[in-house]
């Protein structure tokens, strides 16, 4: 099992430019998150997916949207990006809410 | 808003001694868990307990919550170098996602 995977590593983007952030998890979990960590913090939520077909806003969704594309994938996209988005963006899964999350390895995107 | 506040924000000691990490949060919860992440890595889920339970281990490590106080705490015992990460609390409230705290930064010296 891979668990979650994220692609891409590494982006480097200028203001205004989108892109999209996929992840991808095999272990049949009901629940995916986006977060992103700014350096010396913790991680915060920006949008989250309970179920298939359904999504949420977190504590920080302005500036992204997001696609539970099926059970299995969860991305996470940039319209118009800013430099306050340059951050490492990890995904996580879980089976059901209330049980331990299991994160990808993160992309690091910059924004210039 | 930062749910969890770990203390301290750094700790280094001797390899073999046992390092404690506390968490405090602000709000109800249904659970309370524990994150390492090495550097430049995604976070490893380590320990999870519910609002129910005061102490927990697994290994080497040693979960204590209270409630009352809205505090937790993670003890590692024997430690090695391996250890060395960043220690995150996080807390689960309405199973919508968690809130992480700013993260302990624990170095062991060989």
């Known amino acids: 099992n891979a668990g979650v995977t994220q692609t891409p590593k590494f982006q480097v983007l200028k203001t205004g430019q989108s892109m999209t952030l996929q992840c991808a998890q095999d272990?049949?979990?009901?629940?995916m998150y986006w977060y992103r960590q700014d350096p010396g913090m913790g991680l915060r939520l920006i949008y989250y997916?309970?179920?298939?077909?359904?999504?949420d806003k977190g504590e920080v969704p302005n500036g992204y949207n997001v696609s539970r594309l099926n059970k299995r994938e969860f991305s996470l996209r940039l319209e118009s990006a800013a430099p306050s988005q340059t951050s490492v963006y990890f995904c996580?899964?879980?089976?059901?809410?209330?049980?331990?999350?299991?994160f990808g390895p993160g992309t690091r995107l910059t924004v210039l | 808003s930062q749910q969890g506040e770990e203390d301290p924000q750094a700790l280094s000691i001797q390899e073999g001694e046992n390092a404690t990490m506390n968490c405090s949060y602000k709000?109800?919860?249904?659970?309370l868990q524990w994150y390492r992440q090495n550097s430049g890595r995604g976070l490893v889920h380590l320990i999870l307990?519910?609002?129910?339970?005061r102490e927990k281990h697994s290994g080497r490590l040693r979960v204590t919550l209270d409630t009352s106080k809205k505090s937790s705490s993670l003890l590692i015992t024997a430690s090695r170098a391996a250890d060395t990460a960043s220690y995150f609390c996080?807390?689960?409230?309405?199973?919508?996602?968690?809130?992480f705290g700013k993260g302990t930064h624990l170095i062991i010296q060989p």
């Open positions: 307990i519910r609002s129910n339970e």
């Open positions: 997916s309970a179920s298939e077909g359904t999504t």
């Open positions: 709000t109800s919860i249904n659970n």
């Open positions: 996580a899964s879980r089976r059901d809410r209330y049980n331990e999350q299991f």
């Open positions: 272990m049949n979990h009901n629940s």
């Open positions: 996080a807390t689960d409230a309405r199973g919508d996602g968690l809130t």
